[in-house]
Every structure is written in C-alpha cells, then in structure tokens.
C-alpha cells in the first residue's frame, strides 16, 4: 500500500517561493534548487507557480518582431563619433608639438 | 553561478569570446569593437527599451554605453563577466540620461486586490499567440525597478548576483524587488486581461497610481 503523502508545510512553500523566479530562469545554486526539486515534488501550488513563472521567462523571451533593430545605422553612428574624436585628439597633440616647437626655438 | 548567454540569433557570443573581443578593443583594435558591438547591440536594445521606452534615446544610450566600453576596455580586470560589466554600464548611463530628459517613470500602480489562482493565469499564458503583448504591456505598469530586475533575470536569464552588480545594489535588495516585481507582475497581468482570458469575475478594477 503506497503511503498518504503528507502534506506540504506552508513555511517550506514560502522560502521556496523566494526561490522560484532564479530557478526558473536556471541560475540557482545547486544547494537551492536541491531545496525547490524536493519541495515541488510533492507540493502542485508550487509546482504550478513554477509553471507560470516558466510561461513568463518563454514570453519574455519570444522574438518581437517590432523591436529587432539592425546594428548598422547605430554603428555608423558611433564611428562617426569616434572618428571626430580621434580627429580632436590629434588636432590637439599637434596644437602641443607646435607649442613646444616654438618654445624651444 | 553563470546564466546562458540567450542569443537565437548566430551573433550570439560566448563569454570566452567576450573577453578575447574586449582585450582586442582595448588594444584599439576597431574590427573587435565592430564585432563586440554587433553582438551586444540586440540586448542592449531590448533591455534599454524597457528602461527608456524610446527608440531614439535607447539607441543614444547604447552608443555612450559603447563608446565608454571603448575608452575604457583596458580597465576591465575580470572580476565579472564582460556581459555583466557592459550591462551596468548601460544600466547606469540609462538611468543618467532620464534623470536629465525626464522623471524615471513609475510606481507599481495601485492594484485593487487582485487574486488570481496560479492555475488560471497558467491557462490564459498557455493561450493564443498574444501572450508576449500581454506580458509586455503588464511589465510597462511595474515601476522601473521591478521591471529591470524582471528584465534582467527573465529576459537575459541574468543570477541574482550579477543583477545585484548591475544595478549596484545588495544581493537582499534584488530579492526583495524580484519577489514583488512577481507580484506585481501578476497582479497587472490579472488586470490587463481579456475578459476571455480569465474567469469571469477574476478581473477587478484599477485603483489609480501610486504617487
């Protein structure tokens, strides 16, 4: 005969909630997720949060077509930038060479 | 504890790959940055645009987050990983850029007590092709705090301690944002529910915004 499993101690579901987001998105350490795997095993509110969170990371992760932007123009952008700054830094260190060549002469 | 580095696309970069990249910029090698930038430039839009909620100024922070990457590139001592250094950069120069143009944004709104069993909102998740609409505009309720740890732990599967490290905050903190973040989270996405959704009777009303 299998044995009534006893049922899940609210405290433990507490401190399991805290972790469920992390474990979730894979990133809990193996001491915790010990925790949460033993707990979810016989405890279906939790386990059902798990599955919601599950559904949110998957969501959040879908593609969106609407805000996939290509790096180009961004890019083109920024080595404008760096080109007008490595421009500046010469004119100056040439402004410098000239000054000390006057000093000097 | 490292978290995958979630690129679908084939741009996606190793952090093996990250570190060689950064070392080569920080010889100012131009080709490595054009290739380091083309592999952060997706999720830096995706994560700047929650922040921001603006193209043109996402794409204004990801270039300054760039360009300090460049000048700064020889500084990087590996004490976290290249994503994580980058992301706090961006982060904080984000952050920066609102506080000049505008008021960050954002108290959760108040949510009229909105309790929904889990297995209900697993249902109306599990349905239709909508549902990243639903999670998208529920998150721009949250405020900006909550959002980017959700953000940043769900969409970049990010640990708690590097999300600590990018928003500069204690490890407690992050925790104590996520677990409301949660639950804020499912509290709006109750309220932003089409009716057909969730069980009749499960959405209440909006109670107004927190100030």
Request: charged fraction near 25%; glycine fraction near 6%; hydrophobic fraction near 40%.
């Amino acid at each position: 005969m299998t044995p009534t499993p006893m049922p899940p101690d609210p405290r433990q579901c507490e401190v399991v909630g805290e972790l469920l987001s992390w474990y979730a998105n894979g990133t809990l350490g193996p001491v915790d997720r010990a925790v949460v795997d033993a707990h979810i095993g016989t405890c279906e509110t939790c386990r059902t949060t798990l599955a919601v969170e599950r559904r949110l990371v998957e969501g959040m992760r879908a593609p969106r077509g609407n805000v996939e932007q290509s790096p180009h123009a961004g890019w083109q952008k920024l080595v404008a930038r760096l080109d007008a700054e490595e421009a500046a830094a010469l004119r100056e260190r040439d402004r410098r060479m000239a000054r000390i060549r006057l000093e000097a002469a | 504890m490292t978290s995958p580095d979630l690129h679908p696309d084939s741009s996606s970069s190793s952090a093996a790959d990250d570190l060689v990249l950064l070392g080569r910029v920080a010889e100012g090698d131009r080709d490595a940055f054009r290739r380091l930038y083309s592999h952060y430039h997706r999720r830096l839009h995706r994560f700047l645009m929650r922040l921001t909620r603006e193209r043109q100024l996402t794409e204004e922070v990801i270039n300054d987050t760039m360009m300090v990457v460049w000048q700064h590139a020889a500084d990087f001592r590996g004490a976290s990983r290249v994503s994580t250094w980058i992301l706090g950069i961006a982060y904080r120069r984000a952050l920066k850029t609102l506080e000049r143009t505008r008021n960050t944004n954002a108290q959760d709104i108040i949510v009229a007590a909105a309790s929904v069993p889990d297995g209900a909102l697993l249902d109306a998740l599990s349905q239709g092709t909508e549902t990243h609409d639903w999670i998208d505009s529920a998150l721009a309720k949250l405020s900006s705090e909550h959002r980017m740890v959700i953000e940043l732990a769900y969409f970049l599967g990010l640990s708690c301690e590097e999300i600590a490290e990018i928003v500069g905050c204690p490890l407690g903190t992050v925790k104590t944002r996520m677990f409301y973040g949660r639950e804020r989270l499912r509290q709006v996405l109750v309220l932003l529910a089409a009716p057909r959704k969730l069980a009749a009777g499960a959405v209440p009303a909006i109670g107004g915004s927190a100030g």
